[in-house]
């Protein structure tokens, strides 16, 4: 199986290539030619495994150039008891007969982002000696909040790798800079970008289509990669997850083979939601894909009216890490949908960069009514909803996940849809005191650190201890520059 860009699709490259690779040099996304099929046997079958080996059997379908005794590695230290918290690693809550949620934050930086990136690092070293890659890999990352922790967590260290985050400086949670500016590791830095993830994102983008860039990091014996989901190595890992949730429905006796289950993901990027898509073209029996907003809510109207536009007021809300304009992930969904028209999809992204705005053919927008509901979620609905399902449920969740559940919520008010429904908590409360505590209605929230243990008190819930280590750390980064300085900082870790 080999992988194309998504504007130029005559660009093929192996597994190890597209991951190595990070990001096509015309700066379309490499996406599999094909999705192989998953059949009811295959499914039977995966009800009796452990989630390592669930995702040694779905990601060896798509990367032809690695051993299953290779994946197999690289799961047992990816997912291993000392970096997961829960032996189910993506465990799955029910909490009525037809509502579950997915918690896949019980990695090491308590966030979903860990249950790709702590494979990704494997995968992008194998790839290197496959391909007799001799230059040291430069990973540069821009994150609204959750990826860049999760990839300086999984890349720490690594050999013959150097990474590079940059994030938003007034537009991640206290928590989640902490983690960043407190990352330990010798090949690690961090910088915050004046502005918001769109801006940091952009930059990204920008650097890696720079081809002087490129020729200098070169005789400096450094090539460029991307721990963002525009890499496939990012994407893959999460389509486990939601075969691995059906697996579980299926021995819970929630579902029979074959019963068609909705998910609803709060969604920034759209790549953890198009990774169910793509589950579902594998066969997996997906019913609606529910793709869930806060105020940003560029993909609902998209979903909804078939016109992408930036050009909107960008709102920085208690759901950060879902607080994007440019919806990086959704070309690749385009590219499928037009069947793969590359010309289509090259025409749509310069419309979105000269323009900001693009608008599908009638065809497309049926397809995408069809597969998708879209709603969004405010800021007062979010609190509501975080003590709403505390005082029913008994169950904390944080910002992101409140959006998820609203939007699921309407959905199923909207249309009636009896199916069983999971909906993705994508990280722990704790990485969002302040806003759960105002939500819960305590008046004074303490600073930083402190409203850990505030929020332990009020819940009586331990918080994770990735988190709770916190404390006990030195700030290291505290560098913060203008988006058009963020290659002199490239420049400058590299000497």
């Avoid at 979903?112 to 430069?138: G, R, Y």
């Avoid at 990826?147 to 537009?171: M, S």
């Avoid at 589950?279 to 979903?303: D, H, R, Y």
């Avoid at 806003?435 to 994770?464: H, N, Y």
């Amino acid at each position: 199986m080999n992988y194309v860009s998504t504007r130029n699709k005559t660009v093929s490259l192996t597994a190890s290539q597209a991951i190595a690779q990070g990001l096509a040099r015309d700066g379309g996304l490499l996406t599999p030619e094909v999705f192989p099929k998953i059949t009811p046997a295959m499914l039977e079958d995966w009800k009796g495994k452990t989630y390592g080996q669930r995702a040694v059997a779905v990601m060896k379908l798509f990367l032809e150039d690695f051993t299953e005794e290779e994946l197999t590695r690289f799961t047992q230290a990816g997912y291993s008891a000392e970096k997961f918290d829960d032996s189910r690693v993506a465990p799955l809550r029910t909490l009525n007969d037809d509502t579950h949620c997915l918690e896949l934050w019980h990695g090491p930086t308590s966030a979903f982002k860990d249950m790709a990136l702590q494979i990704l690092p494997h995968l992008l070293s194998a790839s290197l000696v496959k391909n007799q890659e001799e230059k040291t890999v430069c990973i540069l990352v821009a994150t609204s909040g959750d990826t860049g922790k999760a990839a300086l967590e999984g890349f720490k260290d690594v050999d013959r790798t150097k990474i590079l985050v940059f994030y938003p400086k007034d537009g991640v949670s206290d928590v989640q800079a902490l983690q960043m500016k407190t990352q330990e590791g010798g090949n690690v830095g961090v910088c915050a970008v004046h502005g918001n993830f769109d801006d940091a994102q952009t930059g990204v983008k920008i650097l890696f289509s720079d081809e002087k860039l490129r020729a200098d990091l070169a005789d400096r014996g450094y090539f460029l990669s991307s721990a963002n989901s525009i890499n496939w190595g990012r994407i893959l890992p999460q389509l486990v997850y939601y075969i691995s949730a059906y697996c579980d429905l299926l021995n819970a006796g929630k579902i029979q083979m074959g019963d068609k289950v909705n998910y609803c993901v709060p969604t920034g990027n759209f790549g953890n939601i198009l990774a169910c898509w793509y589950a579902k073209q594998m066969g997996l029996p997906v019913g609606k894909l529910i793709c869930a907003s806060n105020s940003n809510n560029v993909l609902t109207e998209f979903i909804n009216t078939g016109v992408y536009d930036k050009n909107r007021p960008f709102h920085t809300t208690m759901s950060p890490s879902m607080d994007i304009l440019v919806s990086s992930n959704l070309e690749r969904l385009l590219f499928a949908l037009t069947n793969q028209d590359d010309q289509a999809v090259a025409g749509y992204m310069k419309q979105l960069s000269e323009t900001g705005r693009y608008e599908v053919t009638e065809e497309l927008k049926a397809r995408l009514k069809e597969e998708f509901f879209g709603g969004f979620c405010d800021e007062a609905k979010t609190s509501e909803v975080i003590a709403k399902v505390w005082k029913e449920h008994n169950y904390l969740i944080d910002p992101h996940t409140a959006v998820a559940y609203q939007v699921m919520e309407e959905y199923r008010a909207a249309s009636g849809d009896k199916n069983q429904t999971v909906f993705v908590s994508t990280a722990s409360p704790f990485k969002f005191c302040d806003s759960v505590l105002s939500s819960l209605g305590v008046a004074e929230v303490k600073a930083g650190i402190d409203a850990l243990d505030q929020l332990t008190q009020v819940t009586d819930r331990p918080a994770p201890v990735p988190l709770a280590s916190l404390r006990n750390k030195a700030v290291r980064f505290e560098e913060h520059v203008d988006k058009e300085q963020m290659m002199d900082v490239v420049l400058t870790m590299l000497k």
